[in-house]
């Protein structure tokens, strides 16, 4: 069983950063694609930033959503199963419940995909609050 834990919301005032972690557990998960998704609140899932599968020899390759881009930067770290998610320049917009999820459907996926059936396994969300 694939087991998915996030950790690192808070409130945060406009402009400032925040550092989210998500820890898997269960299964190793460097041949898949892993995301973040939020949910603000009166509004669906959405896609955020997401990271394909990766190794020694192989980088791995991301995509953003355009409200986030150039403000999030996701990582991975395969030797501790983990995928983190930076968030600078941080705005109310971006209040929401952030999820990681993993594409366990699609291992090697050069791309990751960015909705939200294609994930099978998702954590219990961390909430961010970015207010004055």
């Known amino acids: 069983q694939v087991q998915l834990v996030e950790s690192g919301g808070g409130l945060v005032q406009p402009g400032g950063s925040l550092r989210l972690s998500c820890v898997a557990s269960?299964?190793?998960?460097?041949?898949?694609?892993m995301a973040w998704f939020r949910q603000a609140p009166g509004k669906e899932r959405e896609f955020v930033i997401g990271?394909?599968?990766?190794?020694?020899?192989?980088?791995?390759?991301?995509g953003a959503a355009d409200s986030v881009r150039g403000r999030f930067t996701i990582s991975r770290d395969n030797a501790k199963n983990t995928v983190s998610l930076q968030m600078n320049n941080l705005k109310p917009e971006d209040t929401a419940v952030y999820y990681c999820?993993?594409?366990?459907?699609?291992?090697?996926?050069?791309?990751?995909?960015?909705?939200?059936?294609?994930?099978?396994?998702w954590g219990q969300g961390t909430q961010v609050t970015v207010s004055s």
């Open positions: 999820a993993v594409d366990l459907q699609s291992p090697y996926e050069p791309i990751p995909r960015r909705q939200e059936f294609e994930y099978a396994v």
């Open positions: 269960g299964r190793t998960l460097s041949n898949y694609s």
């Open positions: 990271i394909s599968w990766s190794s020694a020899r192989r980088g791995a390759n991301t």
